[in-house]
């Protein structure tokens, strides 16, 4: 007797910002394997946590691996806007996520935004926008970058349910470039360019977590 092949796993991609949404939403959807989600969840853990909470209470999306991207400041003196991080954890003071497949995103990323460096590394959360000696003290705890949404968006997805996780940030500003406001420095233009094409690496991570394991 033949069974009907399982649907294909839904993704969901979750951003802050709207010019976050916007880059994500302007790169094109086509190559996915499955149903895509992209949620803007506000700014802040907070938003964040409660925004993948409840869009991950629909049945639609049971099972969903999840991906949290958007920009970041990078702590790591020779960071540059545009340059990528790819988490290998989020830590904030509620936990630490494990992230999955790293090594299949930064091979990815590579290929579809060649040219740009890849870090790979710890990835912390803040509350707020981390400046100055609050970067190098993060700095010191073996962290590469900072954000405010990407560790309680994992967070929140795993206590959901258990399920694949990643994050993947861009650097908008770095310990010489650090940022005064997105839309009118040049870092926060490459920044956006970036964003706007790592799509294709998002649905390769994903259709890489659906092959069967041997």
């Known amino acids: 007797m033949s069974h009907p092949s399982a649907a294909p796993a839904p993704l969901l991609i979750a951003c802050a910002l709207g010019i976050e949404h916007l880059a994500l939403r302007t790169g094109g959807r086509g ?4 149903p895509v989600t992209v949620l803007r969840t506000g700014m802040g853990p907070k938003a964040a946590g409660r925004s993948v909470t409840r869009v991950l209470a629909d049945p639609a999306l049971a099972g969903a691996a999840v991906l949290a991207t958007g920009f970041c400041a990078g702590l790591a003196p020779g960071m540059h806007p545009g340059d990528l991080v790819v988490a290998e954890e989020t830590r904030d003071p509620r936990g630490t996520v494990g992230c999955v ?5 930064v091979k990815e990323l590579a290929r ?7 870090h790979t590394g710890p990835l912390t959360g803040s509350d707020h926008v981390v400046r100055g000696p609050e970067r190098a003290a993060l700095r010191a705890t073996g962290a590469i970058a900072v954000d405010m949404e990407s560790a309680a968006t994992l967070l929140s997805a795993v206590r959901a349910a258990p399920r694949p996780v990643a ?6 500003d770095a310990p010489e470039h650090e940022l005064v406001r997105i839309g009118t420095l040049r870092g926060g ?4 360019r970036v964003l706007r094409s790592v799509l294709p690496a998002f649905y390769e991570w994903h259709r890489s977590l659906l092959l069967p394991r041997r």
């Not at 497949?101 to 995103?105: E, P, V």
């Not at 994050?167 to 908008?172: G, L, N, P």
């Open 167 to 172: 994050a993947v940030r861009v650097v908008v």
């Open 31 to 34: 190559g996915a394997d499955g």
């Open 189 to 192: 233009i490459s920044a956006f």
């Open 101 to 105: 497949g790293t090594d299949r995103l």
């Open 112 to 118: 579809a935004v060649p040219g740009r460096t890849v």
